[in-house]
């Protein structure tokens, strides 16, 4: 019952630092999601990959990296990190092709902070 | 301005009262409307679909108005276990065909008893 699992769930880290989180899900879903969530900004779209092999930008990319390593997994890359980049990430999986469903599921979050 | 806004809040309720949420969306081309729940440091989660006709799910009601371009969530016989932030969501077709999912920024909901 792991549906989505994302690691690290803490990390600090120090403005310039590179760091990757990563994101898996055992669901068998084609679609995977990279969201961060800052107070007062609802929940926003980094990167998604609508099916293993591709991957598009959302609402926020500019400072990230992703890779869909496979079907299952869906890693979020910072290259340099910055205080702006101090957030909540969200990593979400879904099946793709059922416009009524629309269930995302989402993993625990990992909560980012860079000094 | 926002694709999907809610009321912030917090909307605070007594026990066993009736309380509703409004969403408005501005994209026109939207498709698909839900509700999600999220507790306080947790991960949001679906907690129903909104059609066209109306639905409900035990105490919570969901309605969505085209024409006036918002959906509302309704809890009735609220419980402390309500005590949450209730998001909206709009889905539609992107640039790429790719259907996008809109999250509003949530209204907070408590329930004291």
């Known amino acids: 019952n792991a549906g989505v699992t994302q690691t690290p769930k803490f990390q600090v880290l120090k403005t310039g630092q590179s760091m990757t989180l990563q994101c898996a899900q055992d669901m068998n879903h084609n679609s995977m999601y990279w969201y961060r969530q800052d107070p007062g900004m609802g929940l926003r779209l980094i990167y998604y990959s609508a099916s293993e092999g591709t991957t598009d930008k959302g609402e926020v990319p500019n400072g990230y990296n992703v890779s869909r390593l496979n079907k299952r997994e869906f890693s979020l890359r910072l290259e340099s990190a910055a205080p702006s980049q101090t957030s909540v990430y969200f990593c979400?999986?879904?099946?793709?092709?059922?416009?009524?469903?629309?269930?995302?599921?989402f993993g625990e979050g990992s909560r980012l902070t860079v000094l | 301005r926002k694709e999907v806004e809610q009321d912030p809040g917090p909307f605070n309720v007594p026990e066993g009262a009736t309380v509703a949420f409004n969403c408005t969306y501005s994209?026109?081309?939207?498709?698909?409307f839900f509700w999600y729940r999220q507790d306080c440091r947790k991960e949001p989660k679906l907690l129903m679909s909104?059609?066209?006709s109306g639905n409900e799910d035990g105490r919570f009601t969901a309605q969505l108005n085209r024409a006036s371009q918002y959906i509302s969530l309704l809890i009735r016989d609220s419980k402390l276990s309500d005590s949450a932030t209730y998001l909206c969501?709009?889905?539609?077709?992107?640039?790429?065909?790719?259907?996008?999912?809109?999250f509003g920024t949530g209204t907070r909901l408590l329930v004291s008893p």
């Open positions: 994209n026109s081309a939207s498709q698909s």
């Open positions: 969501v709009v889905a539609r077709s992107g640039d790429t065909g790719f259907q996008k999912l809109v």
């Open positions: 979400a999986s879904r099946t793709s092709g059922e416009t009524n469903t629309g269930e995302l599921f």
């Open positions: 909104v059609y066209s």
